[in-house]
Every structure is written in structure tokens, then in C-alpha cells.
């Protein structure tokens, strides 16, 4: 489990938001925010506005709500990717089904957001670890450019499972569509030397190339598709019709669609926040991300969130606040209102260039080395990795969220027990293991859990604690128990610990709770006073609590 605060900031100062630099960066992303936003409807298979209404909703309720000044919240590659997979698993095949369920899934997303956010666990909401999620975007990466090239030329493969897709893809070397993989492969070659110039806008630049060689050379006449109309007419928004059991598998799709998007989200903004010294909170950025599901939901959009790649790039233009993200939005919309026809004769290899040029950072491998000079984290990477190649996006993500949690009830299920003695003659007691020179406390054994107690592992290290009691050489009269990892207790806890107060007493000795939090302490103190006898509960120092054992001793 993540023990990240519900805020980041670092010592230095932010600089001060500069007007003229915001106006710049927000002409700037704007030519990267649309192409993105239409080409990630194509992988998410919904229509080329459900990117748009994503990319609006996002921009809007983050820069109304949110509290990072880089953050970009619009439709991302994984969220479309995923979504993709849901949909496609539950709609078999019926297409109007795969609309409806899209939405809800959207709308459901958004509200867990909103959940989370109101029950302020923006602390406790990154259960993806690290390599798992850098190993999953990876396979993601593969995943996504494949089908994409698929698309290009023309050839249409349904299986998930990438290790024959690969092959499929290149049986049907013949029947590929050269022309579309020509236009491609130009596009890509244009995007990438834009990218050296920060301030050019490639993606917008591209389809704007795309769409004059489409008109001069009739691409469509070589089998080359064009994106179709783009339909920004509004509905009247409204919750879909779904049976009550589809809600319920659309719940446990969206708790894995929250899982990815938060961690793919804060970890942009948690970054860009400890490199610049800004102050956020992860509360409040998850319902600025719940509103943007939402809203973007009942308008028929995409699951939105904060990737990378377009933060990046609005801090890379040189943004200084929010304001960059309210003028890129100003800027798109100008462009749907004004030249939204022509978007719509875009061939779709330039919508597919746009994406792997954008998941082409997805798969360098420098960030992954890192995680093979440990063993388990190698091992969680090739995991990831391999379950999104070989069972595709959907049970992929399942399994990396699995794992993910798996490893944080090991962790934090561990009967893991310290004994502590003092260094020196001073006030610090340490880890007698790691610290031989230690001296231990006669006649007094202190012992602190290495993870907070809960109901999976509080009774093993309780009977830990007693079993080093009974065997101690020579014997204790008091325990001190420092329960400074624990700041509340779990039913399961507090049985546990009620148990283990009549075990002590029952041998004759005191037992002292040492670094008591006011909330266990609270609840403690509600168990009948005579099963709290010869039980001290305190809020001491472990050094407050030894000495409270000596003169008791003593006395």
C-alpha cells in the first residue's frame, strides 16, 4: 500500500505563473491535444468525438478543481485501451450494446473517483506498484502499436493474444495495403522531426498534411479510410439502461479502470510536483478526475485522466499555471467550430502515426532497468508484461492490479516482529538485529511490529510477542508493546489485542503500550476495565515507557 501523503511539496519555491508563457504552451499542446484525443477514440473503438468530449470535460473540471498547474487531463491510451477490452468482452459483438456499455463504464469510473476523493483516500489509492505499472504500459505499448499497424494495412485480426496476432499479421503479408502503410510511415517521419521543435505542433501538422494528400491524391480510391464525421451534437445527458447484474460487472471493471488511471495520473502530477516544489493534493485531484468521468460520461466521452505524455509536454511548452490547459481548450474549441468538417477527412494511418509516435516513449526500456536490479521487482515486470501480451489489455490489467495487491497483504501481513534495545545510554532504541551492540532492558522486553496491526496479521505478531515473552533468558516482568505503525485498529485488531491482555496478566506481568495514537487509544480504552489490568496504555516515547517499567518494577 502506498503510505504517500495526501499532499506533495518539496522546500523550493514555485515561480510565479507568467501570463504571455501559458498563452504560448496552450497554443502549443492544443496542436497535440486533438489528433490525440480523436486517435484514442479509434483504439477505445467508440466514435472520434468521444476523444473530443474527454478532452473538454477533463480540461475544464481539472482546471476548476484540480490543483496541479502542468496536469492535462484528457482521453489516454491505457483508458481507451482498456476500455476497449471491456467493452468488446461484455457487448459480444452488438455494437449499440458496446455504446451504452462505454458510458456506463465511464460513469461509473467517475463516481468511484468521486468516492474516493470524498472519503479522502487519495493516500491509500496507488495500489499499482511501480514496475508492475511500468511493465504493464510497456506491454500496453506493444499491444496498441501492433493493432495499429493492423489497422494500416488494412488487415483486421481479432485475437487478443499477441503471440499469435504476430504471426496472423504476417501471414497476410500480401494482402496488406501498401499506400495506407506509405501514408503512415510519412506521418511518422513528420511527427518526429517536429518533435525536436518543441513550439511546432506536429499532430495538428500532420493532419493537416493528411488531409490535402487525401483530397489531391484520393487516398480513399487505395483503400485508405478517412476518421468519418465527427458529431459533437450534444444529448440530453442520461443514465443508460442496463440490467442491474451488467451495473455490477461494470463496477469491478471501473474499480480496475480507477486503479490505472489514478496511478498513471498521480504519478504525472506527483512528479512534475516534487521537480518544480508545488504543493498538491491527491484528495482533491481525485475528484477533479471523478468530475471529469463524470461529466465526460454523460455526454457519451472516454475515460479521462492526467497522462504523461501530455503533461509533459504542456510543462515542456513552458506552462505556469492552469491557465495553459483553459487556452488549449479555448484553442481546440475554436478549431472543432471552425475546421471540425475537414478533421473528418483525415486518412485514419495519420490518426494511427499520431499514436505511435505518442507510445513511442512507452517502449524505451531505460526506464524498466531499474527494476532488474531486484529480483522481485524483475519478476513483477516479466509478469506485467507477459499477461498483457499473452492474455490481452483487460485480463492484463486484472492481473497487474492482482498483483499489485497480492504483494501489499504480504507486506503487510507479515508477522514481522522488532525487539529493541537502547544505543548507548541515550534515548534511541533500535532493532537489536540490525543493531548488535544494542543493549536489551533487564527484566524488560520491548517489541514493535514492523507493519501496522490489521485483521491478516495481528494475531501472529501478538503471538509472536508472547512466545519471546515465555522464552525470554532471563525472565520479563514487564512487555512494552510500540504500536507507533498502527495509528487505528480493526475489529479483528481490537479482539486480538483483548485476548492478549488477559494472556499477560494471566502470566503475572505488566504490559505497557507504548506510542499509543489517540484513535486506537480511544478504542482501547472502551474494553471493560477489568480486562485492561495491569495494562498501561500510553502515548510515551519507548524511552518514556522503560522507565515507567523500572519504577513500577521498583516500587
Not at 487505395?222 to 451495473?247: C, K, N
Not at 468521468?293 to 492526467?306: E, R, V
Not at 479555448?330 to 477527412?345: C, E, G, M
Request: hydrophobic share 55%.
Amino acid at each position: 500500500m502506498s503510505t504517500e501523503p495526501s499532499s506533495v511539496a518539496v522546500s523550493s519555491r514555485p515561480e510565479a505563473p507568467n501570463r504571455w508563457q501559458d498563452l504560448l504552451a496552450g497554443l502549443s499542446i492544443a496542436g497535440l491535444l486533438l489528433p490525440e484525443a480523436v486517435a484514442y477514440s479509434s483504439i477505445a473503438a467508440l466514435p472520434p468525438q468521444a476523444g473530443v468530449i474527454a478532452l473538454f470535460a477533463g480540461l475544464l473540471c481539472y482546471a476548476l478543481m484540480g490543483t496541479s498547474r502542468f496536469a492535462i487531463v484528457s482521453a489516454t491510451s491505457s483508458s481507451a485501451a482498456v476500455l476497449a477490452a471491456a467493452t468488446a468482452s461484455l457487448a459480444g459483438g452488438d455494437a449499440s450494446l458496446r455504446l451504452t456499455l462505454a458510458v456506463a463504464l465511464v460513469l461509473v469510473t467517475g463516481a468511484l473517483f468521486l468516492i474516493a476523493g470524498l472519503l479522502k483516500l487519495g493516500s491509500v489509492t496507488s495500489f499499482i506498484a511501480k514496475p508492475v505499472l511500468r511493465g504493464f504500459a510497456f506491454g500496453l505499448a506493444v499491444t496498441i502499436i501492433l493493432k495499429q499497424v493492423a489497422n494500416v494495412v488494412d488487415v483486421h485480426l481479432t485475437d487478443i493474444n499477441l503471440i499469435r496476432f504476430l504471426p496472423q499479421l504476417l501471414e497476410q503479408w500480401p494482402q496488406w495495403n501498401r499506400v495506407g502503410a506509405l501514408v503512415a510511415a510519412v506521418a511518422l517521419l513528420v511527427l518526429m522531426l517536429c518533435a525536436r521543435f518543441r513550439r511546432v505542433p506536429g499532430g495538428l501538422l500532420v493532419v493537416a498534411l493528411g488531409i490535402v494528400a487525401s483530397h489531391w491524391l484520393n487516398l480513399p480510391a487505395y483503400g485508405v479510410q478517412l476518421i468519418g464525421v465527427i458529431d459533437l451534437s450534444l444529448e440530453m445527458p442520461r443514465l443508460p439502461l442496463l440490467p442491474f447484474a451488467d451495473w455490477l460487472r461494470l463496477g469491478e471493471l471501473a474499480f480496475a479502470m480507477v486503479m490505472i488511471l489514478y496511478a498513471e495520473s498521480y504519478g504525472s502530477i506527483s512528479s512534475f510536483a516534487l521537480k518544480h516544489g508545488d504543493r498538491v493534493s491527491s484528495n482533491r485531484d481525485l475528484l477533479a478526475l471523478g468530475a471529469s468521468n463524470l461529466l465526460s460520461g454523460l455526454f457519451h466521452g472516454m475515460p479521462a485522466g492526467a497522462g504523461y505524455s501530455a503533461t509533459s509536454a504542456n510543462e515542456a511548452a513552458g506552462a505556469t499555471s492552469k491557465l495553459a490547459g483553459i487556452v488549449a481548450a479555448a484553442v481546440v474549441l475554436l478549431i472543432v467550430l471552425t475546421v471540425l468538417p475537414y478533421i473528418a477527412l483525415t486518412p485514419e494511418p495519420v490518426l494511427a502515426a499520431i499514436v505511435i509516435h505518442a507510445l513511442g516513449r512507452g517502449l524505451s526500456l531505460q526506464p524498466l532497468g531499474r527494476y532488474f536490479i531486484w529480483r522481485r521487482d524483475r519478476v513483477l515486470v516479466i509478469c506485467a508484461v507477459a499477461a498483457v501480451l499473452v492474455l490481452g489489455v483487460l485480463d492484463g490489467l486484472l492481473v497487474a492490479v492482482a498483483i499489485s495487491v497480492v504483494l501489499m497483504l504480504k507486506q503487510m501481513s507479515s508477522a514481522d516482529i522488532q525487539v529493541l534495545g537502547q544505543m548507548g545510554s541515550g534515548h534511541d532504541y533500535v532493532d537489536v538485529q540490525r543493531h548488535p551492540d544494542a543493549r536489551q532492558i533487564p527484566d524488560v522486553l520491548i517489541v514493535r511490529p514492523g507493519e501496522a496491526l490489521f485483521f491478516a496479521n495481528v494475531e501472529r505478531i501478538l503471538g509472536g510477542a508472547l512466545r519471546l515473552a515465555r522464552h525470554a533468558s532471563p525472565p520479563v516482568h514487564t512487555i512494552i508493546l510500540s504500536l507507533e505503525e498502527s495509528p487505528d485498529l480493526d475489529g479483528t485488531s481490537i479482539e486480538a489485542l483483548e485476548a492478549f491482555f488477559l494472556q499477560v496478566r494471566a502470566e503475572d506481568k505488566l504490559l505497557i503500550l507504548a506510542r499509543l495514537k489517540h484513535e486506537a487509544q480511544s478504542v482501547l480504552l472502551k474494553l471493560p476495565e477489568q480486562e485492561r489490568e495491569q495494562v498501561v496504555f500510553s502515548d510515551l516515547s519507548v524511552d518514556g515507557a522503560v522507565q515507567v517499567a523500572l519504577k513500577s518494577h521498583t516500587v
